[in-house]
T-cell receptor, first 113, second 109 residues
Framework: ETGVTQSPTHLIKTRGQQVTLRCSSQSGHNTVSWYQQALGQGPQFIFQ???????GRGNFPPRFSGLQFPNYSSELNVNALELDDSALYLC????????????FGPGTRLTVT | LAKTTQPISMDSYEGQEVNITCSHNNIATNDYITWYQQFPSQGPRFIIQGYKTKVTNEVASLFIPADRKSSTLSLPRVSLSDTAVYYC??????????FGTGTRLTVIP
């Protein structure tokens, strides 16, 4: 157990809908990163938040957005869901935005139909 | 952004030492090399990180040659529970967050 929690565990949405995924970081960590992992693939970096500001972004469209709150928990929002958005969404926290070890949560399995 | 290349899969018998090599020809001066382990339906778990030469912890060793264009993760005396996907990441800061396809290690009894 890493101390990073994610909710919900599973989610089913319809194409075109919007979804919000939540992550609580490990105590003492001020950085949260989000990843998308399709079946059989490695995790793909979506973005990172450091002290409530976006600190880096991967190759994802603007309909993927996020927030980090003063307690360093975070949300991932995805608008206009597409079938290809079906994946495991992972959240990871770290002490800082540097090269520190990342602690991953168990993920949220999103299915878009 | 440094890309990494790893073997897609490897098989090993229980009790053997396993070495997984990662190529990263475009590694930058400030980049570190980090390895993660992932079991099915779980998030990745940090194994080890290094910059150059050799790093060892309680679960693995990481060998990095002088040119740093590759690295080798060494797992001593693997057990069935080491069956997982192993990822090599290269970068620093927010750029140290790009996973490749990983190496699927299967440990055979």
């Amino acid at each position: 157990e890493t101390g990073v929690t994610q909710s919900p565990t599973h989610l089913i949405k319809t194409r075109g809908q919007q979804v919000t995924l939540r992550c609580s970081s490990q105590s003492g960590h001020n950085t949260v990163s989000w990843y998308q992992q399709a079946l059989g693939q490695g995790p793909q970096f979506i973005f990172q938040y450091y002290r409530e500001e976006e600190n880096g972004r991967g190759n994802f469209p603007p309909r993927f957005s996020g927030l980090q709150f003063p307690n360093y928990s975070s949300e991932l929002n995805v608008n206009a869901l597409e079938l290809d958005d079906s994946a495991l969404y992972l959240c990871a926290s770290s002490r800082t935005s540097g090269r520190d070890e990342q602690y991953f949560g168990p993920g949220t399995r999103l299915t878009v139909t | 952004l440094a890309k990494t290349t790893q073997p897609i899969s490897m098989d090993s018998y229980e009790g053997q030492e396993v070495n997984i090599t990662c190529s990263h020809n475009n590694i930058a001066t400030n980049d570190y090399i980090t390895w993660y382990q992932q079991f099915p339906s779980q998030g990745p778990r940090f194994i080890i990180q290094g910059y150059k030469t050799k790093v060892t912890n309680e679960v693995a060793s990481l060998f990095i040659p002088a040119d740093r264009k590759s690295s080798t993760l060494s797992l001593p005396r693997v057990s069935l529970s080491d069956t997982a996907v192993y990822y090599c990441l290269v970068g620093g800061g927010a750029n140290n967050l790009f996973f490749g396809t990983g190496t699927r290690l299967t440990v055979i009894p």
